[in-house]
């Protein structure tokens, strides 16, 4: 099961969302060096800091908890994110099989 979280195309955002019953806050901050990303599971932080790359997991470690994974991928190209295209040219999806 794929899904897909909706972004904008802002520096900095903060969102809540639920994934598969999981209560999950993010947060994305542009910085010069690229995109990052602050992940919390039920409250928990469990991935921070984070670079958003095109295509590669966020968390990327079962034990951590998050059933699944997030990662960015670039609807044109291979590039890594950037905040003026989130939500559109790069997309941030939920994997359940990740």
């Known amino acids: 099961m794929i899904q897909t979280i909706p972004l904008l195309a802002i520096a900095n955002q903060k969102l809540s969302v639920t994934l598969n019953g999981q209560d999950v806050d993010l947060a994305f901050r542009q910085?010069?060096?690229?995109?990052?990303?602050?992940?919390?599971?039920?409250?928990?932080?469990?991935?921070?800091?984070?670079?958003?790359?095109?295509?590669?997991?966020?968390?990327?470690?079962?034990?951590?908890?998050?059933?699944?994974?997030?990662?960015?991928?670039?609807?044109?190209?291979?590039?890594?994110?950037?905040?003026t295209g989130l939500g559109a040219r790069w997309t941030l999806v939920y994997d359940l099989e990740a």
């Open 31 to 83: 910085l010069t060096t690229g995109l990052y990303a602050d992940i919390s599971l039920g409250g928990k932080a469990i991935a921070v800091g984070t670079a958003c790359l095109d295509r590669v997991k966020l968390v990327r470690h079962k034990y951590l908890g998050l059933k699944g994974d997030l990662y960015f991928v670039d609807t044109q190209g291979k590039e890594d994110p950037q905040h």
